[in-house]
Nanobody
Framework: QVQLVESGGGLVQAGGSLRLSCAAS????????MGWFRQAPGKEREFIAS???????YYADSVKGRFAISRDNAKSTVYLQMNSLKPEDTGVYYC????????????????WGQGTQVTVSS
């Protein structure tokens, strides 16, 4: 298991930017595949982006070209840079970790953070 703590959420106007961070502790971070998910009010948690141990990334179509996931294995931290934010990006953003290759289902991820709220105003 790995413990995850997100930070960096907040209120931003449409078109603005935010950077989320997720600090990991416990199991060897560098070997884990990391992901970001979000959950809007009344909706299911959805996949946003993922990065494998060597840096390869995968994005949901809804954020491709606007969001960028990255990791710093020396700091055991994964980031989500969010640009050109839209009101529909509003939700609680969760960091998650799994062993193995990139995948998108929430059930594939074994460790989760507590989430950080992102609100985009129009």
């Amino acid at each position: 298991q790995v413990q995850l703590v997100e930070s960096g959420g907040g209120l931003v106007q449409a078109g603005g930017s935010l950077r989320l961070s997720c600090a990991a502790s416990g199991r060897t971070f560098s070997s884990m595949t990391m992901g970001w998910f979000r959950q809007a009010p009344g909706k299911e948690r959805e996949f946003i982006a993922s990065v494998i141990w060597h840096g390869a990334t995968y994005y949901a179509d809804s954020v491709k070209g606007r969001f960028a996931i990255s990791r710093d294995n020396a700091k055991s931290t994964v980031y989500l840079q969010m640009n050109s934010l839209k009101p529909e990006d509003t939700g609680v953003y969760y960091c998650a970790a799994k062993v193995g290759i990139i995948s998108t289902p929430t059930s594939d991820f074994s460790s989760w953070g507590q989430g950080t709220q992102v609100t985009v105003s129009s």
